[in-house]
């Protein structure tokens, strides 16, 4: 039968595909990064999927485009870094996603075909290294097979000067009668090898992986600390509406992996940012508080003034997700923060808030040592003896510096007077110079007359809060935070909002919490004169209980519990930061170690059942005919024969799989046992000087070999005998 081979033609329609398929996977990695080139991106995609779709479209551009194109593309990509420098990432990424789309619709010879695979690699690299994705395991694992398989037909259609210029017509494509001309062709084995060869590769990678001794690359290469912007719901100024943009996003934005799932509050707070300042229906991280930042240059870890009291030993890994805030989330004392590579670090020490200098864009990862959860925050004594001198002395708030900017209740006249009609409208148990007791009743004064809902009704004209307090109608957490604050300033309590996360659940396939973006939160913190300490205050229904001293703030544990498949996916990017990202030195030596008794523990579990299979025979000789040694020893027996009629039969089986498949080059067991046969007499002639007898008997049976091997198709029934004469000859003596 004749072999069926692929015409030039579908060589090269074959290499641009997978051109193009590679480039797909180029700009798909490229996708996650946070440059602000969405759009552009976008645009690219579609211009790559196009002559994919519709290869004959490559044919209706004129040369002259490729021609005047390059310089066009030069000036823009030049006045692109002109315009973003120093930040010259984004537009280097633009530059790799121009080059990508004109490898894909320009004539492409052998050079150009390497230059796509080498940009396609170096884009998933670059993004890898930037993102730290989970993501890049997939593609790296995607673009292994594909650029070898570019590498494999590329070097099949190196056959000299001929076909060097040689350029697809694309006039008969069809996707159909592609795929089927390579099924027709494919060869099973040789695709089993290849396999075989890259899970040996992936195999090796993964060793060297583990073995090679840690090296960080953003370190080494500063320019690779990618960032970008804050969130507007966690940056230093916050409208009443961001925190509830981000609630809408259901994306992770926090992987807590602790000690333990009971040591962790039953409905936790991660506190991150303090709002002090009100102006314009915004509140904000006042200036003084930027100002007097404690700032510390390449470190890596920082030791907290106020140690945690409770959890002593305990270490929390963080894993928060790029494009968040630069502030930490964090949610009370600690006794320490470490980090996995030196970072610029702020300590805000009057606010009890802690930040990095840059947001970053990929994941960042830093562990807490001793991390309690704290209701209260022990104000600085700074602080406290700035509103002690205020009490007995009251000055002028407006344009107070923090923390008397805690006080300062910027809005009208008029409008001061609806908050008062609030606080006489409330029916104060107490004195109202009582923290708790007034934070209590306002709280449930607020959720008594207030619904909650992420689309707030009764905003108008004048201050938002103010006018929101006044229509009595549904809001969200930011309202209720804000009208609290305010309403707390008015009866003379300094306080302040503070935005985060609230919440969270589980995840018990690889024991970590998770908090999602839906968890993004704001509430309040009023301050108590007794204690000198700030007091968190969750005015939002559903968040908690009013009252301050209700057992419930302590309780642990009893969170939401994550499941399904979204639950197991998320399992496997916290794998990724824990076997992956943060892998380092002790790493490796814990796993050698524990590699080392996992060995050892095999290596004793072995011996120990040999000894118990050798007292089972022994037991058997002993005593072969009871019930139970004969229904075993019928089983063995039945194995036996089954393995040995199978391995009698493996022709016939072949053959079987042979008509199915209609693949005679690779499963004809006819051919397949004439070469095994024919490669047994050659090694055999080679190994020795054959005598007279023996060559004839070869002469014969080997042409015999060859005609079943490379002539027309023969069944196993008539290939029998010639398979028995050749086997016959290989006990031959060869001796004269």
Known sequence: MKQVRLTLEELHEIKWLMGGAITLLALWSLASLEDQSGLFLLIAIFLVIAPLWKPRLIKRVSSRVWFYLGPVMLVGVG??????????????????????????????????????????????????????????????????????????????????????????????????????????????????????????????????????????????????????????????????????????????????????????????????????????GVFNFSTSNKVNANSLDEISSFRSPSKGVANEGNVWTFYMEGGISTYLPIAGRFDEIQFTKKQNFKHY??????????????????QIT?????????????????????????IELTGAEYPLSTLEVTVSDGEREVLRGVLAEIEFSSEITDTKSFSKELTEYLRANFGYS?????????????????????????????AFVLLAREAGFPARMVIGYAGGTW??????????????????????????????????????????????????GGFQIETGFAAWTDSLRIQWYRRVVNFDQDDQIEMAATLGEVTKQMFHDFKARMNAAMDGVRAWLASPFTGFNLQAG???????????????????????????????????????????????????????????????????????????????????????????????????????
């Open 79 to 280: 006045f692109d870094f002109f315009l973003n420098l120093p930040n010259f990432i984004p537009p280097l990424v633009r530059l790799i996603i121009c080059l990508l789309v004109y490898r894909s619709w320009a004539p492409r010879r052998q050079r150009e075909d390497l230059q796509v695979v080498l940009l396609s690699l170096f884009c998933l690299v670059i993004s890898g290294v930037l993102t730290l994705s989970l993501l890049f395991a997939v593609q790296i694992l995607l673009f292994a097979p594909l650029a070898m398989a570019i590498l494999l037909v590329v070097c099949l259609l190196d056959r000299g000067d001929e076909h060097a210029d040689f350029v697809a017509s694309w006039d008969n494509f069809s996707w159909r009668r592609l795929f089927k001309r390579v099924w027709r062709v494919a060869n099973f084995e040789v695709l089993g090898y290849g396999v075989a060869f890259f899970t040996f590769v992936v195999c090796v990678s993964t060793l060297l992986f583990v073995l090679t001794p840690r090296f960080n690359l953003e370190r080494a290469i500063p320019f690779l600390q990618n960032t970008t912007t804050a969130r507007s719901g966690f940056s230093e100024s916050v409208g009443l509406n961001d925190v509830t943009e981000i609630q809408q996003d259901d994306r992770v934005a926090l992987r807590i992996d602790g000690p333990s799932k009971s040591l962790i509050a039953s409905f936790p707070y991660w506190r991150m940012l303090i709002l002090d300042e009100y102006k314009n």
């Open 349 to 366: 020490v009057l606010p009890l808030v802690y930040g990095l200098e840059e947001v970053s864009a990929s994941v960042f990862a830093f």
């Open 370 to 394: 001793d991390l309690s959860w704290d209701a209260t925050f022990r104000a600085p004594e700074l602080e406290a003896r700035q509103f002690e001198e205020f009490a007995a002395q009251p």
């Open 454 to 482: 992420l689309d707030p009704q009764g905003i108008g004209e004048g201050d938002p809060v103010v006018s929101w307090i006044e229509s009595k109608k549904t809001g969200h957490c930011q309202l209720f935070a804000g």
């Open 507 to 556: 995840n018990p396939l690889e024991d970590y919490f998770v908090v999602r973006n839906t968890n993004a939160h704001a509430w309040a913190e009023i301050y108590d004169a007794a204690s000198k300490a700030w007091i968190r205050v969750d005015p939002t229904p559903g968040n908690g209980p009013s009252d301050l001293d209700d057992p419930s703030f302590a309780l642990q």
């Open 634 to 736: 019928a089983g063995i027996v039945t194995l036996l024969l089954l393995a040995y009629g199978s391995w009698r039969l493996r022709y016939r089986i072949l053959g079987v799989v042979f008509r199915i498949f209609r693949r005679p080059a690779v499963l004809d067991p006819v051919r397949r046992q004439s070469s095994r046969l024919l490669q047994r007499l050659r090694r055999r002639t080679a190994s020795t000087v054959p005598g007279v007898r023996w060559e004839n008997e070869y002469k014969h049976v080997s042409q015999d070999l060859e005609a079943l091997r490379f002539g027309p198709p023969v069944n196993l029934t008539d290939a029998n005998p010639v398979f028995a004469q050749a086997r016959r000859v290989l006990r031959l003596p060869m001796s004269r």
